[in-house]
């Protein structure tokens, strides 16, 4: 039974998935709006850069913060 259900419920979520894909309107990127002024687009290398490489280095910088102040709060055991 329990496939069944794991069935019916990924079925479910496709069909959403589908049915919400299908009936949403385009962005309408190119109407412009009254008073839009959208300035310059970035290159592939910017657009690398603030999408990919800044997370990254971000991650890299906190999770090397956490590992290091979690090493200076341990104690060494006594035996």
Do not use: C, E, H, Y
Not at 32 to 52: I, K, M
Request: positive net charge; glycine residues 10%; without cysteine.
């Amino acid at each position: 039974m329990d496939k069944k259900n794991a069935l019916r419920a990924g079925a479910l979520a496709a069909g959403t998935t589908l049915m919400m894909l299908l009936m949403s309107s385009p962005a309408l990127a190119l109407t412009r709006d009254d008073g839009d002024d959208p300035g310059q687009g970035l290159s592939v290398v910017d657009t690398l850069g603030l999408f990919v490489a800044l997370p990254v280095v971000m991650f890299l910088v906190i999770a090397g913060l956490v590992m290091v102040l979690d090493r200076s709060r341990k104690q060494p055991k006594q035996g």
